[in-house]
């Protein structure tokens, strides 16, 4: 069982910077592939960003690409979130989530997710 909680979510202008972390629960937290979906107001939940247990591979989805940079510290159990550059199409509730599945980006694929943090970009 792993529980995860969000942090650093909040308001920030149109080219700002956030920083989101994640801590999680538990000694098993290496053993986890871990992720970053968000979900605006009648949208779906949608992929954002992913790491492997080592912290060896990450990946990115297009629209954040060269903006977020996701990392982890496994000595601390916590997953931590960049945000750079930020947009107004950035708003969102940000969740992290964990997996014991290998690179995917799929949200059915993750167990264990986070309570959500708030993120408004305004223009």
């Known amino acids: 069982q792993v529980q995860l909680v969000e942090s650093g979510g909040g308001s920030a202008q149109a080219g700002g910077s956030l920083r989101l972390s994640c801590a999680a629960s538990?000694?098993?937290?290496?053993?986890?592939?871990m992720g970053w979906f968000r979900q605006a107001p009648g949208k779906e939940r949608e992929f954002v960003a992913h790491?492997?247990?080592?912290?060896?591979?990450?990946n990115y989805a297009d629209s954040v690409k060269g903006r977020f940079t996701i990392s982890r510290d496994n000595a601390k159990n916590t997953v931590y979130l960049q945000m750079n550059s930020l947009k107004p199409e950035d708003t969102a509730v940000y969740y992290c989530?964990?997996?014991?599945?290998?690179?995917?980006?799929?949200?059915?694929?993750?167990?264990?997710w986070g309570q959500g943090t708030q993120v408004t970009v305004s223009s």
């Open positions: 989530a964990a997996t014991i599945v290998v690179l995917s980006t799929t949200p059915d694929m993750y167990d264990y």
């Open positions: 538990g000694r098993t937290f290496s053993r986890f592939d």
């Open positions: 790491i492997t247990r080592c912290g060896a591979t990450t």
